[in-house]
């Protein structure tokens, strides 16, 4: 059974060397009496918050889930059920959600497991589009952005996975959407595949100010804060009043030892702001309403979504560290089996 391990806690940004492959041996059986479940993995999805749990010490809401060194990292992927002693799951069910980051994983029912049960779409989607990335962005945007027609809705790391469909779900809405990515080629996607109004580099602008100005002249209505810091501190000076942030994350700050000062937050007193953090987590009763939205419009391609693809366990690593430089270009996900 072949393993990607955590090597030691992690200080500052993730190096591939923090993360290990080693061989080891499972039973492919369950254990007498056990209502765990036996899957094999088939697609493993690479996240931002992954960093977060290889410190050492967590905020005390996130202590039970840190890393182990010496054992495989945890996270959400797509899974085939090869043996279940849970009454929910049987033998040949495709999942999605937590396992851990080997071929083959014993995973206990309770955790986050949904049964897949439409496949005419990539079976990868469940690790974003179809899975705890959509979720983020179907919940952040409609449940905290409450959005209405034509707002204006700035994005940033607009390209990945939960920014994309942010921004698809925005122009689906009659939002005015501009998203912000580090290059050339995710701005291109942005704005001739993806359909957001406007889209920059941020790593050009050398005045992010100026810049969000440029773009929304009367000020924002939401913003969607993936990045954090400078980003962060930008936005609060191109507020509307009662604007809404939804904070999904801030992946800006999450390899920093001594974080960015964000000093505009007097604008949530002036324009009677509604900033309001999240986890995904809490939104998982509204998965079916989620789809029943959803999978009509990836079927009728109205909404688009943009994956890189990485294949095989040993090169899980590098896309992981990856999502800490924007290497990936769209929703990053690792192949470590074809059904
Ligand atoms: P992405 O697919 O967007 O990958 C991460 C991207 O972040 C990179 O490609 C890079 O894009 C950008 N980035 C990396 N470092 C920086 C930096 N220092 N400054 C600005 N941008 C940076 O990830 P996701 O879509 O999966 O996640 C987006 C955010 O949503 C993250 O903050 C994540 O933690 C959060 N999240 C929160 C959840 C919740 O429950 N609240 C659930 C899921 C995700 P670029 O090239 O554009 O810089």
Redesign the pocket.
């Known amino acids: 059974n072949k393993q990607v391990i955590l090597r030691d806690y992690v200080t500052g940004f993730p190096k591939e060397s923090d993360l290990n492959i080693v061989e080891s041996t499972i039973t492919l059986n369950l254990p007498e009496g056990s209502n765990d479940v036996l899957l094999k993995n088939l697609y493993l999805s690479c ?3 992954m960093r977060i749990l290889m410190n050492k010490d967590l905020p005390p809401e996130l202590s039970t889930r840190s890393y182990s060194p010496g054992s495989p990292i945890r996270g959400y992927g797509v899974s085939k059920v090869l043996e279940s002693g849970h009454p929910d799951y049987k033998k040949g069910d495709l999942v999605w959600g937590t396992t851990k980051w080997e071929e083959y994983s014993l995973v206990p029912a309770t955790l986050i497991l949904f049964k897949i049960d439409h496949t005419d779409v990539p079976l990868s989607y469940y690790t974003g589009i179809l899975g ?2 959509g979720m ?1 962005a179907y919940a ?1 945007f409609f449940e905290l952005g409450s959005p209405k027609k034509g707002e204006n809705v700035f994005v ?8 994309q469909l942010v921004g698809q779900f925005a122009k689906l809405h009659g939002c005015y959407v501009v998203g ?4 050339k080629e ?1 701005v291109d996607l942005l704005k001739n595949k993806l359909g957001f109004d406007e889209a920059f580099n ?1 790593k050009e602008e050398p005045d992010l100010n100026a810049a969000l100005k440029r773009y929304f002249p009367e000020g924002i209505d939401i913003n969607f804060e ?2 954090g ?1 400078k ?1 962060l501190d930008a936005v609060l000076l191109n507020l509307r009043l009662h604007a809404r942030i939804p904070v ?5 700050q999450y390899n920093l030892t001594q974080l960015d000062g964000v000093t505009n937050l007097p604008s949530l007193l002036f324009k009677r702001v509604h900033m309001q953090g ?4 809490d939104y998982y009763h509204l998965y079916p309403k989620f789809l029943e939205y959803l999978l009509p419009r990836i079927r009728e391609g109205k909404v688009v979504y943009v994956e890189d693809i990485a294949e095989g366990l040993e090169n899980g690593p590098a896309a992981l560290v990856g ?6 270009f ?3 996900v690792l192949v470590v089996a074809h059904e």
Do not use: E, H, W
């Not at 940033?156 to 920014?163: D, E, L, M, P, Y």
């Not at 999240?278 to 987590?281: C, E, L, M, R």
């Not at 999502?323 to 990936?328: C, K, P, V």
């Open positions: 996240d931002p918050y705890m990335p983020t952040g940033s790391a607009a390209s990945g996975a939960v920014g912000s990515a580090g290059s995710k941020y993936n990045v810091g980003t999904c994350g801030m992946i800006s999240f986890n995904v987590s999502l800490y430089s924007g290497r990936n769209g929703k990053q």
